[in-house]
């Protein structure tokens, strides 16, 4: 047993605060973390931010007496002095951050370099400041949607200039009569030197000119040209008529492929398709919480398909490690109408 004795400055329940977390999580990602913090802008709520994860802190009440004692737990004896009494504890609940003002930050900085004077951008530690999320997220996003730092300022390539480039280097490669899967990195750098930044330089060579397992022979990352150019287009108009769509979605894949075929599972995700149309509808531009995520999705379509949802939920239910089916069933309602499942609004 334990003679328990209350400190003549018993503090107030509000002084303290209790993190539970588990075992798990402390020698693992809080352990190894070279950082743990918790932040968040003016007026949203705060976060816990290790190196790459980020976590809601959720306030759980009580049932029980929580009292901190001067001593730790496990070498509790004889006697020990009461300091506080704590009626609730934060939980750490592992969440997306919400990146829409990231997306907003990225696309005030667009970069053109006949116009570098204009450019209105920030630093990494700038951009922290405004997000609530890790650093490791951050410049994972910032990577995703084709930022760079530029003289130690975050910025994306205009689309204008980043397609007058690509032009630029599938034009070069071709007059070198090169295959497309067997390239020379360093006279492609050297050419695209003599006109860019080499920090424009870095980031289109580091984004689609890709090594092999051969020495010296590098490939042009398709994939990647694939998804700009179906970004681009889509975001030429409000919405296309797919026919349209994949016609012109072709037509540009073929410059570095004559045989490509547009996939439409690239569009997975920022994408919007139903049986005639396509509109631009990105999931990185949702925001995190489910409610809200769900919300937004059912303010642009009234009634979406399975199919149309899928891309969309199931990268958050990643997220938050939760299944699909579940995610559904709690934010949507459904009817069937001619064999065909709607979703709808709770």
């Known amino acids: 047993s334990v003679e328990l004795s209350f400190s003549t400055n018993l503090s107030s329940p509000q002084q303290y605060l209790l993190l539970e977390v588990t075992e798990e999580l402390l020698k693992g990602e809080l352990s190894q973390s070279s950082s743990v913090l918790i ?4 007026n949203q709520p705060a976060v816990l931010c290790t190196d790459n994860l980020t976590f809601d802190l959720k306030r759980a009440e009580t049932s029980n007496m929580v009292m901190l004692v001067n001593q730790p737990v496990d070498k509790l004896s004889g006697s020990a002095t009461l ?6 504890n934060l939980e750490l609940v592992k969440i997306r951050p919400d990146f829409l ?52 300022r975050y910025v ?55 090594p092999t397992s051969t020495s010296q022979i590098f490939t042009f990352n398709t994939e990647k040209f694939a998804v700009f150019t179906a970004s681009k287009i889509l975001r030429e108009k409000t919405s296309w008529v797919k026919d349209v ?27 919007l398709s139903n049986k005639l149309m396509l509109t631009w509808f990105p999931y990185d531009d949702l925001p995190k919480e489910p409610e809200r995520m769900f919300a937004k999705m059912f303010e642009k379509q009234k009634e979406w398909t ?41």
């Open 39 to 42: 932040k968040g802008p003016r």
């Open 245 to 271: 769509f994949f016609s012109k979605w072709e037509e540009a894949l073929r410059w570095v492929n004559e045989d490509a075929k547009a996939d439409p599972k690239i569009l997975e995700g920022f994408a």
């Open 83 to 88: 300091l506080s009494v704590v009626p609730s």
């Open 101 to 152: 003002p990231l997306s907003q930050i990225l696309s005030e900085s667009s970069f053109n370099p006949e116009e570098e004077s204009k450019l209105k951008a920030k630093t990494l530690e700038e951009i922290e400041a405004e997000i609530a999320g890790s650093r490791g997220e951050i410049l994972a996003h910032i990577e995703k949607h084709g930022g760079f730092e530029y003289k130690g």
């Open 306 to 346: 399975l199919d149309q949802l899928l891309p969309y939920v199931s990268r958050c239910a990643k997220i938050l490690n939760e299944t699909v089916d579940s995610l559904i069933l709690k934010w949507t309602a459904s009817s069937t109408r001619h064999g065909v499942t709607y979703y709808f609004e709770r």
């Open 156 to 210: 994306i390539l205009a689309t204008e200039t980043e397609w007058e480039i690509l032009e630029d280097v599938t034009t070069f490669i071709k007059a070198e009569g090169w295959a497309f899967d067997s390239l020379n990195d360093p006279e492609i750098r050297d050419h695209l030197s003599e006109t860019y930044p080499v920090e424009v330089v870095s980031y289109i060579m580091s984004r689609y000119i890709l």
